[in-house]
């Protein structure tokens, strides 16, 4: 009972405290809108929704032409080249969500104009472009002169030029099966058939082809329920991991009021009382249990109204939200039974949590790059913040629940070692 | 006693606290490290392409095929799975051990001889960016293997239509056989050609010099983070100051108003300035970050950074009530302009109405500047504009630091 007094006592004075409610509740949700806005939505948009930024492009087209044949039966005009073909492809309307370009009429104007920073990527289609294309002739490869910070838009626009050339590549590649193909059936072909061959596989191309290809896809198991795109991924995973960040702060900004009360002298008197350090500790490790779980409630019905985050089933979700309010709260205790005065629990706040929490975030960070994300969440693992964040996510995947109470499991050890640990330091302390 | 003498005292109770050492200079060197690993850092971090499979009769064409066009791709790679069943292969894509599986049906090329259109089946998680980038790569390889596919069937045809007639079924001209052959001629061909691009840079800077393994964003990244971490003991001792009312005492004697302000801001100056020059050395000497290409200009922008950080110190130790709060403000000013700036996530990857909001801030000013030099290779002008940009900023926030003390004060 004086366990639970002791709990009340410290969960009122968390929740009066306007600092630390912003704190708890206001920052963790701020900082998943500011991912919100950065990737232009919430997780209930659309999946196109996800804003990818538009590249802005500089474009000379060099291209001399000097082709044989029409490329492009669809205008009148039979001088077309491989770069007009390209050159169009990039101010086509189908591309203006992706390339802002500008035309100039030198490679070195197009180089200038991203030396500038006016630009992010130069297309500079040289002189022997058509050539390339048609007869595979080399020297015809156009070049792509970007900023060395960028990855993205050079990419999206590298993607394009290889598209383009793919489809010229696709002719060629079948002229040469055909004419292997014939002269190895012993068949002497004129160019007329081969050319009347090689309109009859254009005209079949450009009916069948797609953006996918031939892919069909599925999604795993376990996610073929979830409507979700990347947007909602990101800004999920964000969520996930600043909640597990502040929920361990808050761990530790509880456990803090140990100190804080035994600098005021209010620990001492009730150690005058008939009550026990041990029911003390259970009283301030409730209270702390108590303040991550509500913390973690609220932060999850925010988001889901605010950014339609879906957390998953309520008894994944509760396995998880326990765990981690347990490995939070033992987390706090373990870490005050180190310190003597709250002034140099800054130093814990400022490199402990913050060091522990960034790791355990380092996937998050890095979710822009694959294989940086991928090591992210293995070195994430180190720290119980990690495991926290993976339940998480695992319930948000729906994965099974086995996988789930293996990350649980993990946490209640952390929890474990670092209760005990804490524990009979501060018994030792206020013995 | 003088402004000097007051900077003195805060840099010795900076330097006794030697836990703060761990997050001005510990923290920003472990989390370079490991930013910048985890970026492909130390050069070359082994292959780093995402890991799929293709599954199916692994003698059928279409599967050797597939795994030839995937060879050169930058993007994928083709693994071996410990297990060829369709359960474990789903639940390998579930578990992420391997980012998408492709599956080859039984039949696909007779199917495709047959006049079909058959569709290669791929798992993969597309709400994930490592499964749209594969799935992104698969499609675009898919299309050249239908691309043979239909080159294959295109000579079939011009076989049928040339070829002498042998009986009334002038498909029989060109056998399955044949068409698997002519299949692989067309992707043999898809191998050989050209690369169609040429990627150059806007840099005076090799490749090399400019990447520096890995580390040349992480490295001005964590230094704007955790300059601005560092100021939590810093502003720490202003609150202190004023809890233990040494303040009020400072104020009876021969100290102005400005001068206390001034002692206090030169402190934090010299603090984060030699930690951002100790980062800078770390960087360029261990890292090759190429920070000493244009020393001047590194120099500049970790002054002007410097001011600004200071700056910011100060207004948090004047406007703190306790020291919870000053370790609050920073952490929040931290997780705010290093976000904002594109510490965490580079700001290519953001929406372009975020990138224009976020290029209105000095972190981003900072991080841009000294990418300016170790990545574009570019001399002081080119810091110029952020500078300029940060000493307004510092001289506004101290501006409101003095007026904030001034009203406390009075």
Not at chain 2, 72 to 97: F, H, I, N, Q, Y
Request: hydrophobic content about 50%; glycine content about 8%.
């Amino acid at each position: 009972m004086k366990a639970l007094d002791i709990a009340l006592k410290d969960l009122r004075h968390s929740f009066t405290s306007l600092f630390g409610l912003m704190f708890m509740f206001a920052i963790p949700l701020l900082m998943v809108g500011l991912f919100t806005v950065a990737f232009g939505g919430t997780s209930t948009s659309k999946p196109q929704a996800f804003s990818i930024p538009v590249t802005k492009v500089v474009l000379a087209n060099l291209d001399a032409g000097d082709q044989t044949h029409d490329l492009d039966p669809t205008d009148t005009d039979p001088s077309t080249t491989a770069g007009d073909i390209l050159a169009h492809l990039f101010t086509s309307d189908e591309l203006t969500s992706l390339v802002a370009v500008t035309t100039v009429a030198s490679a070195d104007e197009a180089r200038t104009a991203v030396d500038k920073r006016m630009a992010e990527v130069a297309v500079i289609i040289p002189p022997a472009f058509t050539k390339a294309c048609v007869e595979g002739a080399a020297g015809g490869a156009v070049e792509v002169y970007q900023d060395p910070t960028l990855t993205l838009g050079p990419g999206i626009v590298r993607a394009i030029i290889s598209q383009s050339v793919d489809e010229f590549t696709s002719v060629r590649v079948m002229q040469a099966t055909l004419t292997k193909g014939l002269t190895t059936a012993g068949i002497a072909p004129s160019p007329e058939k081969v050319a009347q061959a090689v309109q009859r596989f254009i005209n079949e191309t450009i009916k069948t082809q797609n953006t996918s290809g031939s892919l069909e896809v599925e999604a795993p198991p376990m996610k073929q329920q979830k409507s979700a795109s990347i947007l909602a991924t990101i800004l999920a995973v964000s969520m996930a991991g600043m909640m597990v960040f502040y929920v361990f702060y808050t761990g530790t900004a509880g456990a803090e009021s140990i100190l804080l009360e035994q600098e005021q002298g209010t620990l001492q008197r009730l150690f005058t009382t008939r009550t026990a350090p041990t029911t003390v500790m259970q009283g301030k490790m409730l209270a702390i249990l108590l303040t991550t779980i509500i913390q973690m409630i609220v932060l999850m019905l925010a988001s889901a109204l605010a950014f339609g985050i879906r957390w998953g089933g309520i008894l994944p979700i509760a396995i998880a939200l326990v765990s981690t309010g347990l490995c939070a709260s033992a987390f706090g205790i373990f870490l005050m039974s180190f310190l003597k005065t709250t002034r140099q629990a800054g130093v814990v706040f400022g490199g402990v949590v913050t060091a522990t929490g960034m790791l355990a975030l380092v996937s998050v960070f890095t979710m822009s790059v694959p294989s940086a994300a991928r090591l992210g969440q293995q070195i994430a693992l180190f720290v119980p913040q990690g495991w926290s964040l993976l339940a998480f996510r695992q319930v948000m995947d729906g994965a099974p629940v086995g996988r789930l109470l293996t990350s649980a499991a993990v946490l209640l050890a952390w929890t474990a070692v670092m209760f005990l640990i804490g524990r009979t330091r501060m018994a030792r302390r206020f013995a | 006693m003088s402004a000097f003498d007051l900077m003195i005292k805060d840099l010795r109770q900076i330097l006794r606290d030697r836990k703060s050492l761990m997050f001005i200079l510990i923290m920003p060197i472990a989390f370079t490290l490991l930013f910048g690993f985890a970026f492909g850092g130390y050069g070359s971090p082994g292959d780093t392409r995402l890991q799929i499979v293709v599954a199916g009769d692994s003698a059928a064409p279409a599967h050797a095929a597939l795994t030839d066009l995937l060879e050169s791709s930058t993007v994928v790679r083709t693994v071996t799975p410990a297990s060829l069943d369709d359960e474990a292969l789903r639940a390998s894509v579930r578990d992420g051990k391997v980012t998408a599986v492709v599956l080859i049906p039984t039949g696909f090329l007779r199917s495709c001889y047959d006049g079909a259109d058959p569709v290669l089946p791929c798992i993969v998680d597309v709400a994930s960016s490592n499964g749209t980038t594969a799935r992104s790569e698969l499609a675009n390889v898919c299309i050249r293997l239908m691309n043979a596919v239909q080159a294959a069937r295109a000579t079939a045809v011009a076989v049928r239509d040339l070829a002498p007639s042998s009986g009334p079924d002038k498909l029989s001209a060109f056998t399955f056989e044949q068409f698997v052959t002519a299949f692989e001629s067309a992707i043999a061909a898809w191998k050989n050609q050209p690369v169609p691009v040429a990627v150059t840079m806007s840099s005076k800077l090799t490749e090399e010099q400019r990447n520096a393994g890995g580390f040349a964003h992480t490295s001005p990244s964590m230094m704007l983070q955790f300059s601005i971490a560092g100021l939590m003991s810093a502003a720490g001792i202003i609150v202190e100051e004023r809890k233990s009312r040494t303040l009020a005492r400072l104020m009876t004697t021969r100290l102005s108003r400005p001068g206390i302000l001034l002692g206090h801001y030169l402190a934090m100056f010299t603090q984060v300035f030699a930690q951002l020059v100790m980062l800078v050395l770390f960087a360029a000497l261990v890292l090759h970050v190429q920070y000493l290409h244009a020393p001047f200009a590194t120099l500049l922008v970790t002054l002007c950074s410097t001011a600004f950080v200071a700056a910011i110190g100060l207004l948090i130790g004047i406007v703190s009530r306790s020291e919870e709060q000053g370790i609050a403000f920073s952490l929040i000013l931290m997780f705010v302009l290093a976000g904002l700036g594109g510490a965490w996530v580079p700001l290519q990857f953001t929406g372009t109405a975020f990138q224009k909001l976020a290029r209105a801030t000095p972190g981003a000013w900072i991080i841009n500047a000294y990418e300016n030099v170790v990545q574009r290779g570019l001399g002081v002008s080119s810091v110029l504009l952020s500078c300029t940009l940060l000493l307004v900023c510092a001289i506004a926030l101290a501006v409101l630091a003095a007026l904030r003390f001034r009203r406390q004060s009075a």
